[in-house]
């Protein structure tokens, strides 16, 4: 069974950096790729980054190019993201997951992780 498990979360103040992590299980599951989304309160769940399994290839929204940056270390089978700058608009619930297909949407990901919370406070 798969298993994806985010960390890294918290209260950070504006302007701070923070990086999450999620590191996946078994270690015989290699999908395409992995990816990050984040679900602000009363906002539906949205796509920001993903990185192909031997990250090779990552791809951003286009609301997310800039202060925001995914890796992986094969290894560890852990994915971060690096958040920079941090704004209260970044306050949500992030969460990963793995696509045997790639795509951006919500449903091109078949296996997810409960997710971490991120709150700024300004």
């Known amino acids: 069974q798969v298993q994806l498990v985010e960390s890294g979360g918290g209260l950070v103040q504006a302007g701070n950096s923070l990086t999450l992590s999620c590191t996946s299980s078994?270690?015989?599951?290699?999908?395409?790729?992995m990816g990050w989304f984040r679900q602000a309160p009363g906002k539906e769940r949205e796509f920001v980054a993903s990185i192909t399994w031997d990250g090779s290839l990552t791809f951003y929204s286009d609301s997310f190019k800039g202060r925001f940056t995914i890796s992986r270390d094969n290894a560890k089978k852990t994915i971060y993201l690096m958040i920079n700058t941090l704004q209260p608009d970044d306050t949500a619930v992030y969460y990963c997951a793995g696509t045997i297909t790639g795509g951006n949407l919500t449903s091109d990901f078949d296996d997810w992780g409960r997710g971490t919370q991120v709150t700024v406070s300004s």
């Open positions: 078994p270690r015989t599951w290699n999908p395409y790729a």
